[in-house]
């Protein structure tokens, strides 16, 4: 069996991200063989070394599950919430596997919200690098004038630097919003939010409707379900894993 970094391990074993694996390693709180580890770049084999998070050895999750849950606004994407407010995770009937979210949904957005075990798949979800294209249904204050919309479909200059290309769609507008979609390629913390707001037009309301391959579709809020093989299939490929 061959050594692997400690991060990619507890990824693959359904742990947690691989950025937040890294995370606890740097905390102290992974030990390998009874010895606490610090360095990103250290090593184990899983099944032969004793590897514990917390204290508590792990091992290799053998199924790996994907779900898709329409967000309700009003939820937080967390597992557990320091104030108390209701998590993804009350939402989820049904599936017994230990899932996380990938990446987050704002407690006020609503919308698709990808949750697996699967540490290597969320990791490439939510990388800038694949590029997965996330398409969100946006209600903005205002009329964006045409120079807005050329903005943000070509790059915004945030704090963190200028967003990358986006597709924008004009779907409808009333007296005082506009109801447009946003196909984005990376996922900044609150980014629409922040894209919008930069050209004058604040959110108002806020739904993922598209992650890659797999869309909302007639998904009730507050409801989850599996992803069929084929859907799982067409999400590996998307971000270049098998095929
Ligand atoms: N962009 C935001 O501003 N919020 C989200 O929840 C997702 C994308």
């Known amino acids: 069996m061959q050594a692997e970094r400690l991060q990619k391990i507890l990824s693959r074993a359904g742990i947690t991200s691989r950025r937040k694996a890294e995370k606890l390693i740097l905390q102290g709180r992974v030990s390998v063989n009874g010895e606490i580890i610090r360095e990103l770049g250290a090593k184990a084999v899983l099944g032969k070394d004793d590897i514990c998070v917390n204290g508590k050895a792990i091992k290799a999750e053998t199924e790996k599950v994907i779900v898709a849950l329409f967000k309700p606004r009003s939820y937080v994407t967390t597992l557990d919430d320091p104030q108390g407010r209701p998590t993804v995770v009350d939402l989820l009937k049904g ?16 919308g698709l919200l990808l949750m697996t075990n699967d540490g290597e798949l969320a990791h490439r979800l939510q990388h800038p690098r694949y590029k997965v294209p996330k398409t969100y249904l946006v209600k903005v204050r205002g009329h964006p004038p045409e120079e807005a919309l050329a903005q943000l479909q070509q790059g915004i200059n945030l704090e963190d630097g200028i967003t990358a290309p986006a597709e924008l769609h004009i779907l409808e507008d009333d007296k005082k919003a506009t109801w447009l979609t946003l196909t984005l390629r990376e996922g900044r913390n609150h980014q629409v939010k922040r894209m919008c707001a930069a050209v004058g037009c604040p959110v108002l309301r806020l739904r993922r409707t598209q992650i890659g391959p797999i869309d909302l579709g007639n998904l009730q809020p507050g409801k989850s379900r599996r992803l069929k093989a084929s859907e799982v299939r067409a999400l590996r490929k998307a971000v270049g894993l098998d095929g």
């Open 95 to 110: 599936i017994s596997e230990r899932v996380y979210p990938v990446g987050r949904l704002d407690y006020d957005a609503e």
